[in-house]
């Protein structure tokens, strides 16, 4: 079984707001426990079309946790704003609008590189995804086409964030987010993870562990999917068939 490098720091999280708390509430205590020793975070925002506003609402609550903030829209040297960074954090939003503006500006190259040196990386939504092989678990619409679909590759399996499992008792005829799971699966390898609202995946020392209050579902090929506690390291269940971070640039 392949493994994660041990240097590589994520945190993965499902959304940046649950219901009754305000952006990134559900979520302080992680990131600011995760980012512990960090001062400055580079801000990527491109998963919105209103960017100024994000940064503005990201900059004002993550000082409000005692780091400092620049965007990587507002600056000349994008790739040089990502090295002199202690952080990453890439924002949620339409995930093919995320991943057009990514590649557009050569910056997942960049941003592998900086991971596999050490640097912390958080992702919310479409930046949860993007931190997988590609963006083929996303629900978002296409309303912007990338050059390609592969994503950051960080990480050798998939996030469907926002999982939602099904209502019995719906009369909504359409698919289920676990049957469009299933269809990704019939055509790819990777495994994925369904991420409730409020649940967020931290992966470092090698490990992928589950945080927050909620189980996650985890989907394989050929196998039923199961259901993992909170605080459980579920790597074993994610790294075969694995790829490192940094295998393509």
Do not use: W
């Amino acid at each position: 079984m392949s493994e994660i490098d041990k240097v590589i720091r994520l945190l993965l999280i499902s959304s940046s707001t649950t219901f009754g708390s305000a952006y990134l509430d559900h979520a302080e205590f992680e990131i600011m426990d995760f980012l512990q020793g960090v001062s400055h975070i580079v801000f990527v925002p491109f998963a919105l079309h209103e960017r100024s506003g994000y940064v503005a609402k990201a900059k004002q609550r993550l000082e409000r946790m005692g780091f400092s903030l620049t965007s990587v829209h507002d600056v000349s040297n994008m790739p040089r704003a990502i090295d002199e960074a202690d952080a990453i954090f890439v924002g949620g939003g339409n995930t093919f609008r995320l991943l057009k503006a990514l590649q557009d500006h050569d910056l997942p190259g960049p941003i592998r590189r900086c991971v596999a040196a050490g640097m912390p990386f958080v992702g919310s939504s479409a930046g949860s995804i993007v931190a997988g092989p590609s963006l083929k678990t996303t629900k978002d619409m296409p309303v912007v086409q990338p050059p390609s679909f592969e994503a950051l590759n960080l990480v050798p399996f998939q996030i469907s964030p926002h999982y939602l499992d099904p209502d019995p008792a719906s009369k909504h005829m359409g698919e289920t987010q676990e049957e469009r799971i299933a269809q990704f699966l019939e055509e790819n390898n990777e495994p994925v993870v369904g991420l409730r609202e409020g649940s967020m995946l931290r992966i470092e020392a090698g490990a992928v562990r589950l945080k927050g209050p909620h189980t996650a579902r985890i989907f394989r090929r050929g196998k039923e999917p199961c259901e993992v506690a909170p605080a459980t390291d579920i790597s074993a269940l994610l790294l075969e068939p694995a790829r490192l971070v940094g295998a393509r640039s």
